[in-house]
């Protein structure tokens, strides 16, 4: 760190190793090691008494009646579409995972992107409000990069409307939303387990609810619709979680506080150092709610930064500091879903698909890693017109 020269122009790199962008927390096997033997005993690996055990415990954790264990987000958010029986358009913002669209396109639902709020990333009411037609039944709201979405607002539009109101959750483990855990707001939530989350079952998702009937029609869609009696009452899925993801989870879950505390803080030190640079944008958090940090998304304005955000990914990269630039392209941009964006404009999702930029972000990420990063990100300021013209063809 005491070579100035940026390795883009030809100093040595800050970090002699890459810095990645996730780097999950997982238990000793010590730990998990009896869990492990009774499955392989019992022979029990999926459908067994560690789902139900997770599925409990999240209940208690999210403060909802039901806490449904699903193979992945994605699977969860086709089956509650289809449980739901939706039809027609369903309102989501396109500043998001591609999952998000993917999800209603395979139950049959065509999505109608709308925009975002530039400072939050979250689909912005409005502009939600703005896009309700006759052939809409619902709204898809995410909690990006796990800032909570602005669930009161989302309501009053859905119940002024008569619109299902679901979350795509996929960061929200950790976050709260007015001191409460995100998931018993809206008619369901669905969370992800995957590894890049706080909460890790390996791969895997969680479909949260208070709805009875909702719950009941999942359940069964997890298992191909079949009820039991090998009668399907509609086409499901085999989206069963095994035995050891949710072993792992269970280990995984009495860490979650811990690492949402530690994401946060880490977090006010990021924001801290680099809110000095000029260029540099935060998401903001409204008062009363905590962002999980599943991701740390930056802001960059080229003609304060004096280096676009792309530039910047490429300088930090030289460093072996990785990055990611969510979400580029939106989805309504993407090949697959071109055919359904209807052309209304979404200036702030391109806005941000431009000049967003992810940092690394760990739940037990050392102040060395951090301060190393923002030292870095300075040290690119302060050369940015060498980097910019050695960039530039």
């Known amino acids: 760190m005491k070579n100035n020269l940026p390795a883009i122009l030809g100093g040595k790199p800050a970090f002699q190793e890459l810095v990645p962008m996730v780097r999950p927390v997982l238990?000793?096997?010590?730990?998990?090691?009896?869990?492990?033997?009774?499955?392989?005993?019992?022979?029990?690996?999926?459908?067994?008494?560690?789902?139900?055990?997770?599925?409990?415990?999240?209940?208690?954790?999210?403060?909802?009646?039901?806490?449904?264990?699903?193979?992945?987000?994605?699977s969860g958010m086709m089956l509650t579409h289809k449980a739901l029986e939706l039809s027609g358009d369903v309102i989501v913002p396109s500043f998001t995972f591609m999952a998000t669209a993917s999800a209603l396109v395979w139950a049959g639902l065509r999505p109608i992107f709308a925009d975002v709020d530039r400072?939050?990333?979250?689909?912005?009411?409005?502009?939600?409000?703005?896009?309700?037609?006759p052939q809409t039944t619902a709204i898809v709201a995410v909690h990006q990069f796990g800032n909570p979405?602005?669930?009161?607002?989302?309501?009053?539009?859905?119940?002024?409307?008569?619109?299902?109101?679901?979350?795509?959750?996929?960061?929200?483990?950790?976050?709260?939303?007015?001191?409460?855990?995100?998931?018993?707001?809206g008619l369901a939530q669905i969370f992800s387990l995957s590894p890049t989350k706080l909460l890790i079952t390996g791969e895997g998702g969680i479909v949260a609810t208070n709805d009875d009937a909702l719950a009941a029609k999942i359940r069964m869609g997890r298992e191909y619709g079949n009820d039991g009696n090998y009668d399907s009452a509609f086409a499901g899925l085999n989206a069963r979680m095994p035995e050891f993801?949710?072993?792992?989870?269970?280990?995984?879950?009495?860490?979650?506080?811990?690492?949402?505390?530690?994401?946060?803080?880490?977090?006010?030190?990021?924001?801290?150092?680099?809110?000095?640079l000029p260029g540099i944008g935060f998401q903001r958090v409204r008062p009363g709610?905590?962002?999980?940090?599943?991701?740390?998304?930056?802001?960059?304005?080229?003609?304060?930064?004096?280096?676009?955000?792309?530039?910047?990914?490429l300088a930090l990269a030289a460093e072996n500091v990785d990055t990611r630039k969510y979400y580029q392209p939106p989805i309504h941009k993407q090949t697959a879903y071109l055919s359904y964006y209807d052309g209304r404009p979404l200036p702030n999702t391109d806005w941000l698909s431009s000049h967003s930029l992810s940092l690394p972000m760990w739940s037990?990420?050392?102040?060395?890693?951090?301060?190393?990063?923002?030292?870095?990100?300075?040290?690119?300021h302060e050369s940015a017109p060498s980097i910019h013209k050695k960039l530039t063809p």
Do not use: W
């Not at 139900?52 to 999210?62: I, K």
């Not at 930064?305 to 530039?311: A, M």
């Open 245 to 276: 993801n949710a072993l792992l989870g269970l280990h995984s879950l009495e860490n979650l506080e811990e690492a949402a505390i530690n994401r946060n803080e880490t977090v006010t030190l990021f924001q801290e150092f680099l809110g000095r």
């Open 364 to 380: 037990n990420m050392g102040t060395d890693v951090s301060m190393g990063i923002c030292e870095t990100i300075q040290r690119l």
């Open 27 to 74: 238990p000793q096997f010590s730990v998990m090691a009896g869990g492990v033997e009774s499955i392989l005993t019992t022979g029990m690996v999926t459908k067994g008494p560690f789902m139900r055990e997770f599925e409990q415990a999240l209940s208690e954790h999210l403060c909802v009646k039901h806490a449904i264990a699903v193979s992945s987000c994605t």
């Open 119 to 133: 400072a939050t990333n979250n689909l912005d009411p409005a502009a939600a409000e703005a896009a309700v037609t």
């Open 289 to 313: 709610d905590r962002h999980s940090y599943r991701e740390f998304s930056i802001t960059v304005e080229p003609g304060l930064f004096s280096l676009t955000r792309d530039e910047l990914a």
């Open 149 to 185: 979405a602005d669930i009161a607002a989302l309501e009053k539009i859905a119940d002024r409307h008569g619109l299902k109101l679901i979350f795509d959750a996929a960061h929200g483990f950790g976050a709260c939303y007015q001191g409460d855990p995100v998931g018993k707001q």
